[in-house]
T-cell receptor
Framework: QKEVEQDPGPLSVPEGAIVSLNCTYSNSAFQYFMWYRQYSRKGPELLMYTYSSGNKEDGRFTAQVDKSSKYISLFIRDSQPSDSATYLCAMSASGGSNYKLTFGKGTLLTVNP | GAVVSQHPSWVICKSGTSVKIECRSLDFQATTMFWYRQFPKQSLMLMATSNEGSKATYEQGVEKDKFLINHASLTLSTLTVTSAHPEDSSFYIC??????????FGDGTRLSIL
């Protein structure tokens, strides 16, 4: 079993839809959870950063972490064509100096106008 | 805030040459920088981790003599691909972080070895 599982999609939705992206993980030591957005031929851009369980909202984006289920989600409200990208979940056990990220494989999202 | 600049964005060179890629944190001090490699339609593969003023820590299977990493200051790290060959062609991405902060990524360097 891989440490982080993420459905690669592709996921195609109409403009204005609510998008739900998810990752599951097996390592109970993970405490820091991130969502990155990556456009084609660009580096990943940090969207959300959360510590431990709970919800975090930033504009149209909401991140949820359920450590008891080892499940994290990213919701995008009122999706726009500019949201079309690959979304990577990432997580880490430590926030210290040498912490490493474990990534999901990424979900390719297309928002159709 | 938290801008990471990577240069060059694209480089094409002949087999056997060495290529240097720079990674700079523009508005914060990067206590740790990371170098990744990404193949088409795949996720990022960590190559090495470097702390300012220390030797880089390489992941298993990454040749340290092939991929030289220098992190001489809190805002600059470089990756040199020595004696590059076509199999080294890839998308290389750096990231940087300050203590207890998430990683922020550069825009990547597309390396093509002919």
């Amino acid at each position: 079993q891989k440490e982080v599982e993420q459905d690669p999609g592709p996921l195609s939705v109409p403009e204005g839809a609510i998008v739900s992206l998810n990752c599951t993980y097996s390592n109970s030591a993970f405490q820091y959870f991130m969502w990155y957005r990556q456009y084609s031929r660009k580096g990943p851009e940090l969207l959300m950063y959360t510590y431990s369980s709970g919800n975090k909202e930033d504009g149209r984006f909401t991140a949820q972490v359920d450590k008891s289920s080892k499940y994290i989600s990213l919701f995008i409200r009122d999706s726009q064509p500019s949201d079309s990208a690959t979304y990577l979940c990432a997580m880490s056990a430590s926030g210290g100096s040498n912490y490493k990220l474990t990534f999901g494989k990424g979900t390719l999202l297309t928002v159709n106008p | 805030g938290a801008v990471v600049s990577q240069h060059p964005s694209w480089v094409i060179c002949k087999s056997g040459t060495s290529v240097k890629i720079e990674c700079r944190s523009l508005d914060f001090q990067a206590t740790t920088m990371f170098w990744y490699r990404q193949f088409p339609k795949q996720s990022l593969m960590l190559m090495a981790t470097s702390n300012e003023g220390s030797k880089a820590t390489y992941e298993q299977g990454v040749e340290k003599d092939k991929f030289l990493i220098n992190h001489a200051s809190l805002t600059l790290s470089t990756l040199t691909v020595t004696s590059a060959h076509p199999e080294d062609s890839s998308f290389y991405i750096c990231s940087a972080r300050d203590w207890n902060q998430p990683q922020h990524f550069g825009d990547g360097t597309r390396l093509s070895i002919l």
